[in-house]
């Protein structure tokens, strides 16, 4: 089955900077766009950014210039570049294909806290 697990978050003051990773299995990694979703407490789960299987990335504003994703097959990983971090960028990340299943979906991995704050 699908399983997916995101790492590599943690409590970081703004301007630093955090490499997210996810780790998928239970599907055919390449041929699939990816994408890193977030999180905020009281706030819906939204799309960050995600990248093509041949490696053509879309981000929403907020992180553009900031955060960089890269992806490698074969190691059936995504990464989440993620600088210049601010307070709002606070939230739980997940990892899923994009578009993603219904956010209900049991395919969904634990995410990975990531906390910005002095």
């Known amino acids: 089955q699908v399983q997916l697990v995101e790492s590599g978050g943690g409590l970081v003051q703004p301007g630093e900077s955090l490499r997210l990773s996810c780790e998928a299995s239970?599907?055919?990694?390449?041929?699939?766009?990816m994408g890193w979703y977030r999180q905020a407490p009281g706030k819906k789960r939204d799309v960050v950014a995600h990248?093509?299987?041949?490696?053509?990335?879309n981000y929403v504003e907020s992180v553009k210039g900031r955060f960089i994703l890269f992806r490698d097959n074969a190691k059936k990983s995504v990464y989440l570049e993620m600088n210049s971090l601010k307070p709002e960028d606070t939230a739980v990340y997940y990892c899923?294909?994009?578009?993603?299943?219904?956010?209900?979906?049991?395919?969904w991995g634990q995410g990975t806290q990531v906390t910005v704050s002095s």
């Open positions: 899923h294909i994009y578009p993603p299943p219904d956010f209900s979906d049991d395919s």
């Open positions: 990248i093509s299987s041949d490696g053509r990335t």
């Open positions: 239970g599907f055919i990694f390449s041929v699939f766009t």
